[in-house]
């Protein structure tokens, strides 16, 4: 299982780390980390392993993040430019942000709208969005969607709620084919709008798995690894009653939902007979 961390716990997890380590570091390995899976994707699905590709970025630490993935990728070979309409704010964000333009990295303030690319990297806001996205962040995303252009989100899709899953404000962002999230899982990733807004997510501890180990957590994901034990291959000389059955009683008039969901999952979950009356 996965485990799974609120806002609250991972701004405690974030805190504590920082307090131990050189400025900049979680930055660099989030950059760092976030590249190598951009890269590794890009691969995957046949992508131009020296593609062009558009870096979004925000003012916070989620921007900063977005400046050490591109300074990554540029080192692996791809054309990196960044969008970035406001300054950076945070003492680490205006590092990895110096650090993007001293390697010659180009950061422009107007969206590069007439440019083709191959992969769009969303790292406009992190878990601590509190507002309804609004313009220029909502209208390049909109932009990105118009275009039709796999989006990689880093910790969270822009303008979701880590916590509840549900669009801050009921403002929609970019859905992501793919999501890095950083120290710890998120409820929000697995629930509501982030179902389909985060795609597929990859979890990156940033190197805290002592500190994530003795973290509270919220809860745990579920996922089918789990059962893998339970389904075992069936002998060729069987028949459906080696396997128990199952009785559903219910579905008044009208109320009939429960009583075909039911039966269903009793056969996907391996009973032999299933009787519904």
């Known amino acids: 299982m996965s485990a799974l961390f609120r806002i609250q716990e991972l701004r405690a997890l974030e805190a504590s780390a920082r307090a131990t380590l050189p400025a900049g570091t979680l930055m660099q390995r989030a950059g760092t980390a976030a590249a190598q899976l951009a890269h590794r994707w890009q691969l995957a699905r046949g992508g131009d392993p020296n593609g062009s590709l558009l870096v979004l970025c925000g003012p916070g630490d989620n921007g900063g993040d977005g400046f050490a993935c591109a300074h990554a990728l540029q080192g692996l070979g791809y054309r990196c430019v960044c969008w970035a309409p406001l300054p950076s704010l945070s003492a680490d964000a205006l590092g990895a942000r110096a650090q993007w333009t001293q390697s010659g990295g180009v950061t422009l303030e107007t969206l590069p709208q007439t440019q083709a690319f191959d992969l769009v990297i969303d790292a406009l806001l992190g878990i601590g969005a509190q507002r309804p996205l609004a313009d220029p962040f909502l209208a390049a995303l909109r932009w990105v969607r118009t275009q039709g252009i796999p989006v990689f989100a880093l910790d969270v899709p822009s303008g979701l709620n880590a916590d509840t899953g549900a669009w801050v404000g009921g403002v929609a962002g970019a859905p992501a084919r793919r999501t890095i999230t950083f120290i710890g899982d998120k409820p929000g990733l697995h629930t509501l709008d982030g179902l389909q807004a985060a795609g ?20 745990q ?12 291959p069936r002998p060729s000389n069987c028949n459906k009653g080696d396997f128990g059955s199952v009785a559903v009683i219910g579905g008044a008039r009208g109320m009939g939902g429960a009583a075909l969901l039911a039966p269903r999952a009793a056969i996907r979950l391996g009973a032999g007979k299933v009787y519904v009356d």
């Open 221 to 232: 994901l579920i996922t089918p690894r789990l059962f893998s034990s339970l389904l075992q």
């Open 200 to 219: 597929e997510v990859c979890v990156e501890v940033l190197g805290l798995e002592q500190a994530i180990g003795a973290a509270v957590q919220a809860g």
